[in-house]
């Protein structure tokens, strides 16, 4: 049995599907009983019982269409939650440019309670926003926001989100380390000991920076910018 909602059809709780077996008893029993009863207290014993089962038919079916919408809107994912994903191909500073479309594969099924919010092999599209290319002393860099999320079914919906990276939405963009050291000796007195400590500091000359690959095996994340649903 279903009933509709607004953008929604939900499944009744199996606890109603018994309600009109408990009626049913409920209205023989009551019906028994009146039935001994003189002629003309019948009709008012009657509308009493009536109304005493429809009033609890009432409470009950509201207390369970209740509890289904508030599952409904829990139905979705909030901002800033995290989607898994895969390069659909090989991403890197060295290939693409910005503002290039790239495409992304969700690898698992993504639930909450019992209802599949994103299917495996969904398809992610998204655009890189932001692409610099290595410089000295620093690495390459790109930001990749998304735009849409395809399910396998081909049904489509608008997914804001950035794509993270070990934790970041940026990808790259990491210093590179000192090119050389220079050492530097620091006095160092004390009760027991008097003498010079040597230590090694950043020569201030850094490597150049190196181009950012990621390989289509390696975990992403989508962390998105905005509340999802698929309604």
Known sequence: MRIIIPDRIIKISPDLKILPLFCIFIIIQKKSYVLQKKKKYFKIVDMKILKNIL??????FFINLRGYAIQYKSEYL????FIP????????TSVHEQFDTVYFIVPTDMWIDEFKIVPKNSIVKAQISMLKMPVTGVNAAMRIETEDITYPDGSKY?????????GERQIGGNLTPPLSYNKALHPRKGEYYNGVVAQYVPSGEYEFGQHITIMPNEML???LDEDFSPY
Request: hydrophobic share 45%.
């Open 85 to 92: 994903v895969h390069p659909v191909k090989v991403l890197s």
């Open 55 to 60: 009033f609890s038919i009432f409470i009950v």
């Open 78 to 81: 909030s901002k800033d939650m």
């Open 221 to 223: 994340y989508i962390i």
């Open 158 to 166: 608008k997914l804001k989100g950035t794509v993270s990276y070990n």
